[in-house]
């Protein structure tokens, strides 16, 4: 896994990146919240740890930060801070686990493995973008592995995107599939695909000008 590091304690930061590298993976490590800010605008990482009390920005704002950049990460917080509000606050944020301090290197690993595990795709979703996933057989699109509720016409959307992935999927085949019991101008269609987009925490439907909309594949 590619894993992002916040922790300002430079002996500790060092130690979790070694352990973990010799894991086999890939981290990336910060001591000051601003920095690893920018380096997630820039680059994508499956997974995120995270000191609370870091320079910068603490570890909490930051979750929020890249909430509203529309950038969602499995989330690790590895801190001293023990009151319920920040232990609340952190999983009201989206965090899939907390570590207090001390914790042993191991006990990280274990951790981390699980959430590898968990977000391993099944060969019958289709990949759509980090996060997103799309379940051929049930017709359900998914975030995480949870799903995502779509109205009718949104989940017609993204089955009839999902199964063109890398392919144009032009005005007329919105009208045929999705709107086939009525007559409606491409206005309508953009207006329709405008309100899902606004719904998706990733924004992976592109809209290629005068043609119609698109799914890259990953």
């Known amino acids: 896994m590619k894993i992002l590091l916040l922790e300002d304690e430079v002996m500790l930061n060092e130690s979790i990146c070694e352990y973990l590298d010799s894991e086999g993976h890939h981290v990336e490590s910060f001591f000051n919240g601003l920095a690893a800010l920018e380096a ?5 990482y499956d997974l995120l740890v995270l000191d609370i009390n870091v320079p910068g920005i603490d570890g909490l704002s930051f979750l929020e930060k ?64 980090k996060n997103y996933s799309y379940d051929q057989e049930n017709s359900t699109l998914l975030f995480n592995q949870e799903v995502q509720i779509l109205t009718k016409r949104q989940a017609q959307i993204i089955d009839l995107l999902s199964r063109n ?13 999705v709107w086939s019991e009525q007559i409606v101008d491409n206005a309508t269609i953009r207006a329709e695909i405008n309100r899902l987009k606004k719904n998706l925490k990733e924004d992976f439907v592109i809209n290629v000008r005068g043609m119609g909309y698109m799914i890259d594949k990953p």
């Open 165 to 177: 992935r890398g392919r144009i999927v032009d005005f007329e085949q919105f009208q045929t599939y």
């Open 40 to 44: 997630i605008k820039e680059n994508s």
């Open 66 to 129: 890249i909430h509203e950049l529309k950038i969602h990460v499995s989330v690790i917080y590895i801190s001293a801070l023990v009151d319920i509000e920040d232990i609340s606050r952190a999983y009201t944020l989206g965090c899939h686990d907390y570590l207090k301090k001390p914790f042993h290197l191991k006990e990280l690993s274990l951790r981390v493995d699980r959430i590898k595990l968990s977000s391993v795709v099944p060969r019958v979703h289709l990949r759509l973008c």
